[in-house]
């Protein structure tokens, strides 16, 4: 098995990871543009919120197939792997992997606390700057192990649900009904939380504060930290077996876009019309209902990581990593910049502490799609300027500022991605 320092020798196999990465953070806005513009009970049912006829029902439906939890599932990937390529080129150049390690965490961290109580609920940093930290010292184990780790964090996530599922009949009357109106709020839970969004950043953070607590504090250890943590774990051993840098035979991608793609959307496609079957039912849906998307997710993923490998190198490859690689290269500041303009829109902020009202709970699906496609559209642009020019991303800079505890080098432009 080759180390990672073998898989990770030229600069195009590093670009492997940034044009994964470029693409997975296009996609997430596909989902968050949910979360900043719509109540958050739309997120995970949208019967709760919004128009879902005709065209709004198709840009719903491609987004849960194509998009849910996909992305996240990327990400949470291509994490793992940056820890464990971090680590070897520390080793390597004689620095203190650990220390650097967890002093990048600590930053990530900071820099999330600061997204998560100033502008959206949604922050996925804090979760992943936790989750670093847990699984770095397993790092070294051999592939095997790690996988076999990964599937049991996968396993609990499952049976997490499958208990919750199978308990709600009997839970108390007052934790049921604070269930169900989470998933489906009345007339009036809808109207104070669209009058506060609609209204100024204080007015805001009566509902933010909360949300980012419940999410640190609940969702993440119950929900998410298995999944996070798995894929995580699974990205360690996909960049020591050759995956992730691109060292595999352009049959292996193939086959794996092919078999993930083709065991994935099914499976997802099942869990939709099962959700649509049962009408929305807490009952079914808040748990029960998770586990198909859960499941084909990662196998979406990773058929979405062959494919990319796939088309990287075919005739139109060096376009795509043209555009997709300087994404990918300054992900971190691009994923803060998407939620600067969707709260500068769709929250009415004009600075941290201004608000106005903005277009929160007023625009439908096909119009937030609209959005998504219009920032895409600038953060391409905007980043491949950027890294003709600067070696790393502002907020790059700013958290490997934190991490070496000194000034990177400023300047120096890069090198082409093609």
């Known amino acids: 098995m080759a180390t990672i320092s073998e898989t990770t020798r030229s600069t195009e196999r590093i670009e492997t990871l940034d044009l994964i990465r470029g693409f ?6 596909v989902m968050n543009v949910q979360s900043f513009a719509m109540p958050s009970a739309a997120y995970l049912n949208p019967t709760a919120y919004g128009d879902l006829t005709g065209w709004n029902y198709a840009v719903w439906y491609l987004a849960a197939l194509l998009a849910d939890t996909k992305f996240m599932t990327l990400f949470s990937t291509l994490f793992g792997a940056g820890i464990a390529l971090m680590a070897q080129r520390a080793k390597r150049d004689g620095r203190p992997a650990t220390a650097l390690h967890y002093r990048r965490m600590a930053g990530l961290f900071v820099i999330g606390m600061v997204h998560a109580y100033v502008f959206w ?4 940093l804090v979760p992943y700057a936790i989750c670093g930290c847990l699984i770095y010292p397993l790092i070294g184990l051999r592939c095997r192990y790690l996988l076999g780790l990964a599937l049991g964090l996968l396993l609990i ?15 108390d009357e007052a934790a049921a009904a604070q269930v169900a109106a989470e998933w489906r709020p009345d007339a009036q839970m809808l109207s104070q939380e669209l009058a506060a969004y609609r209204g100024g950043w204080l007015e805001q953070s009566e509902y933010r504060v909360p949300g980012a607590l419940s999410m640190q504090l609940f969702v993440f250890p119950v929900i998410l930290s298995w999944r996070i943590g798995a894929m995580m774990l699974i990205g360690v051993a996909l960049m020591k077996m050759g995956v992730l840098s691109g060292r595999r035979s352009i049959f292996f991608y193939q086959m794996m876009t092919v078999i993930g793609l083709a065991i994935g959307l099914p499976v997802v496609a099942w869990g939709i019309w099962q959700h649509e079957q049962h009408q929305w039912d807490v009952g079914y849906s808040f748990f029960f209902g998770q586990i198909p998307n859960f499941v084909g997710s990662l196998f979406v993923a990773a058929g979405y990581i062959g494919g990319l490998e796939w088309i990287r190198r075919t005739r139109v490859g060096p376009t795509l990593a043209n555009w997709l ?7 971190l500041t691009n994923y803060l910049m998407q939620t600067l303009i969707c709260t500068t829109l769709f929250y009415g902020h004009v600075m941290v502490w201004l608000a106005a009202a903005g277009w929160f709970g007023s625009v439908s699906r096909v119009q937030q799609a609209v959005v ?17 020019r600067f070696r790393f991303g502002p907020m790059e800079y700013v958290w490997r500022w934190m991490t ?15």
Request: hydrophobic letters at 60%.
């Open 157 to 171: 996530r499952i049976a997490i649900d499958l208990l919750f599922g199978w308990s709600m009949p009997q839970w």
């Open 24 to 29: 997975a953070l296009l996609g997430i806005l």
């Open 404 to 418: 070496y505890a000194g000034r990177p080098a400023r300047s120096s432009a890069m090198n082409s991605v093609n």
């Open 325 to 331: 690689v300087p994404v990918g290269k300054t992900a």
């Open 372 to 388: 998504v496609v219009a920032i895409w559209a600038l953060q391409l642009i905007a980043s491949r300027w950027w890294v003709s």
């Open 121 to 124: 609920i949604g922050d996925i």
